[in-house]
């Protein structure tokens, strides 16, 4: 049986009520830029989405950004164990970073994403530019309150391989 997924049109300034601070985000790196990039992530919040209350997406979300020109990627990357950051010279964070295209004049919106990265691991800031809808696709069962995860964030966290 086929699972009914929820899709959400995020497009422009909608986006900023997509919360990623709590998230693992897995992004595949391309050689090239695609026009159409799709991410995932485990552990998206909906900031008012739902009745007025945010949701936490115990799951898989993936979005999708239509008409890509750009996209910086940067991770400070965490020690094997995942408790602390690399550091470098004079206890800097070791950062990666890698960019794709160039944004053009008239594009207003950056998308902003920051959570953790599933490989590297690492802390990451992901900026994607586009000129298309952007859409956020989920599970709705995979949805509890932000509350109840705040209460029992092990239970809803994502768990790793």
Known sequence: MRKIRRVLDVTGRIFDQ???????????AHRELPQITE??????TLKGMQNDEDQ????????????????????SIYQPDGNSF????????????????????????QYSLAGVLDWPSGY??????ATGKVT????????????????????????GK
Do not use: M, R
């Not at 997509?18 to 595949?28: A, G, K, L, W």
């Not at 991410?39 to 998206?44: D, S, Y």
């Not at 799951?59 to 940067?74: D, K």
């Open 18 to 28: 997509v919360d990623f601070t709590e998230s693992t985000i897995f992004f595949q």
């Open 39 to 44: 991410i995932e992530v485990w552990g998206l």
């Open 56 to 75: 936490y997406v115990s799951g898989i979300a993936s979005i999708s950004f239509e008409g890509v020109t750009s996209v910086l990627l940067e991770v």
């Open 86 to 109: 690399l550091k470098v010279n004079n206890d800097k964070l070791l950062k990666l970073s890698k960019s794709w295209g160039e944004p053009l004049a008239n594009e207003k919106y």
């Open 124 to 129: 990451c800031q992901l900026g994607i530019h």
């Open 136 to 159: 956020v696709c989920f599970e709705p069962n995979d949805c509890v309150s932000s509350g109840n995860y705040v209460k029992n964030p092990e239970k809803y966290t994502y768990k």
